[in-house]
């Protein structure tokens, strides 16, 4: 079978630094994909990982160990907007996205 | 570029009844895949498209429903007979296949209640 394991629910302090977890055990591997989602509305690409190591973008950095079937997005100088759902999605050998849960991030002032 | 859409965004429905749900991806994209999400869930795939073809269809797509994207560009999703069950967000997003990487985009989603 195929799983992702995400945390549900963390919170973290505005101005800091906040670090997502996510493993995974999928049939096919094509790549891995890191979405926020604010609630109600559709998901918005984050970043994208295929190749073992951190790419980063902004504040946000994606990191990657296939050999782990592990993966974290590291957000960092956490500002209220970036409250939200974080979704850890693995894009299978067929293509589709493989979704986990999501982790509901509360930003505190 | 303007994004994915979706038509319509509400849709309130009773338990039997046809409902359709129409997607238009972002012009070139030669991918459309259909997700659903439930509340506190991620989006489970259902379908995806490459051109007018559709490749790939979910368990979860039971014969109820039914995707079609006739000339390539915008996608429809079908339920009919309806069931509360059904109650969901209906996503779809459209990738560009081509280079190294197959990023989808999702459009805002048509929120399905069924009474």
């Known amino acids: 079978g195929q799983n992702i394991d995400q945390p549900t629910e963390m919170t973290a302090t505005e101005g800091a630094i906040v670090q997502i977890n996510c493993t995974y055990q999928?049939?096919?591997?094509?790549?891995l994909f890191w979405y926020q989602q604010h609630a109600g509305e559709a998901p918005t690409f984050l970043s994208y990982?295929?190749?073992?190591g951190l790419e980063e973008k902004g504040r946000f950095s994606s990191f990657l160990s296939r050999s782990k079937g592990y993966s974290y997005l590291l957000l960092k100088e956490l500002q209220m907007k970036d409250s939200a759902s974080y979704l850890c999605a693995v894009q299978t050998g067929a293509n589709n996205l493989f979704f986990g849960t999501g982790t509901r991030l509360t930003v505190i002032p | 570029d303007t994004g994915v859409s979706q038509n319509p965004r509400h849709k309130i429905t009773k338990r039997g009844q046809n409902v359709t749900f129409r997607c238009d991806p972002i012009s070139e994209h030669n991918r459309l895949y259909w997700y659903r999400q439930t509340l506190g869930q991620g989006p489970e795939f259902l379908t995806y498209f490459q051109n007018e073809a559709q490749l790939e269809k979910s368990r979860l797509l039971s014969d109820r429903f039914s995707a079609e994207r006739p000339k390539g560009s915008f996608s429809t999703l079908e339920i009919q007979r309806t069931e509360q069950g059904d109650s969901a967000m209906y996503l779809c997003?459209?990738?560009?296949?081509?280079?190294?990487?197959?990023?989808?985009?999702f459009g805002p989603g048509t929120r399905l209640t069924v009474l």
């Open positions: 999928t049939s096919g591997f094509n790549g």
């Open positions: 990982n295929v190749l073992d």
């Open positions: 997003a459209s990738s560009f296949r081509g280079g190294n990487t197959d990023t989808q985009y």
